[in-house]
């Protein structure tokens, strides 16, 4: 039995409007015990919505326009309903307790959404597969125009027409190699073709591009600049001249940053996560302080780019040298920094902003550029593993079970194979509405 789903899908109250959206078996009979009767699919209709009171005089809870789409055509594949409210918490709050206490019949129950569940029984009808749906989570938590326009291509299904391109050649080798499992005897399908293996090598080369890209977790979360160096190096000054926020503590006592500290800023459309840490000196007595500074060596590890504050040439490879405090006469200057700025004053930093853009941009995807995340490339490297032993095998059975485990990765990959713990992970990522 399938319950039927109601909750607010548009912006929470007070609005101009408020969208509520119904989805399930008994959809049509829910609109019907509101407006009385159902419009004209997929036709706005004005109704009184009103509910019974027990008595012969119903009440009255709004004048909305609804609108009603019989499945399977519909954004869940299932019976859908929409009444479009005035936007009130009131009115909202009311008609809600009005679709949660409707007695359908025992056959037709009904209840609030949960976060994602419309989403997941539009996947579950096989209105949209799982690379989809995932983008569809991307374009919901979208707040620059690349994650948003990464987000389109991956919603729009750009990298699932890719997969399935992919898994149509898979078939077609698994097709050549049963013929010869089944047909050895026949001479005339007892040979693979002779670009079979060179085919797969494409294929192989062509799933190697794919995993080179720039993945989706730089552009949802932000390239992560770190600000390293000793105490005193002017990292949290920095840090909060780029963020345009008095986010850190500044001072002038050594080890005042004792944690790590992320905010993420936009600059030029392109994300990032900029981190201050723990200044960086060896032999301090302060157990809070050892603590920092250890995190905050993890933190290099993780950083897609280290602004290094402290002596020349003593920060970690590929760091940028920041001369950070040129507005100081007390401060010993970098022969060759990349930067020189001041955070006191604004000087140089502009010009750091716009060479930190520049970064991004040649990080990220390029605008409209399908971004795949670590689940979809975790999955497109175990394809790629299996297709590379499958050039160097010539046992027809073994060569067959290599090209299955490619087809299972591509399976996986848009969601005809999955598991129940995944999807709970994903579509717990919507809100209640979606």
């Known amino acids: 039995m399938t319950d039927t789903i109601f909750a607010l899908s548009s912006g929470a ?88 206490q409707l007695d359908l019949g025992e056959d037709h129950p009904i209840r609030p959404a949960e976060a994602g569940e419309f989403t997941r029984r539009a996947f579950a009808n096989g209105r949209i597969d799982l690379a989809e749906a995932e983008g569809l989570a991307d374009l919901l938590s979208a707040e620059t125009e690349l994650q948003r326009r990464a987000a389109i291509a991956m919603a729009g299904g750009a990298f699932s027409q890719q997969v399935a391109l992919w898994r149509d050649r898979v078939l077609s080798a698994s097709a050549a190699v049963e013929a010869i499992l089944d047909f050895a005897d026949e001479d005339d399908v007892a040979v693979l073709p002779e670009l079979f293996h060179a085919d797969l090598g494409a ?56 944690d790590v500290l992320v905010r993420t800023v936009a600059l030029g459309g392109v994300p990032f996560a900029f981190i201050d840490t723990a200044g960086l000196r060896e032999g301090t007595a302060d157990g809070i302080e050892a ?18 504050l402290g002596p020349e040439g003593e920060g970690p490879v590929g760091t940028w040298e920041i001369d950070a405090q040129i507005d100081r006469g007390d401060v010993a200057r970098k022969r060759a920094p990349l930067h020189r700025v001041s955070a006191q004053t604004g000087e140089g930093l502009d010009v750091l902003r716009d060479a930190l853009v520049a970064f991004g941009r040649d990080r990220l995807p390029r605008p409209g550029d399908v971004a795949i995340n670590r689940r979809q490339a975790d999955l497109l490297g175990r394809a790629r593993v299996a297709l590379a032993r499958a050039q160097g095998q010539r046992d027809p ?32 990522r919507f809100c209640i509405g979606k």
């Open 203 to 258: 294929l192989a080369d062509d799933l190697t591009r794919w995993l080179e890209r720039p993945r989706a977790e730089a552009l949802r979360e932000g390239l992560r600049v770190v600000l390293a160096g000793p105490p005193n190096a002017g990292k949290s000054t920095l840090f909060n001249a780029l963020v345009e926020d008095e986010a850190a503590i500044t001072a002038p006592l050594a080890g005042t940053t004792r």
């Open 291 to 308: 603590i920092g500074i250890d995190r905050a060596r993890g933190e290099l590890d993780r950083a897609d780019l280290v602004l290094w």
């Open 397 to 428: 059975l073994l060569l067959a079970e290599e090209l299955r485990v490619t087809r299972v990765a591509f399976d996986t990959l848009i969601g005809r194979t999955t598991t129940e713990d995944m999807l709970d992970a994903l579509f717990g």
């Open 13 to 100: 109250p007070p609005a101009a409007l408020g969208v509520i959206r119904i989805s399930g078996p008994a959809a049509g009979k829910a609109l019907a015990a509101l407006a009385g009767t159902l419009p004209t699919p997929r036709q706005a209709s004005l109704r009184s919505l009103r509910v019974s009171r027990g008595t012969a005089q119903e009440a009255l809870l709004d004048q909305a326009l609804v609108l009603w789409f019989p499945g399977p055509r519909t954004a869940t594949g299932e019976d859908l309903a929409e009444l479009h409210l005035h936007g009130g918490r009131a009115v909202v709050r009311v008609v809600e307790a009005a679709l949660g």
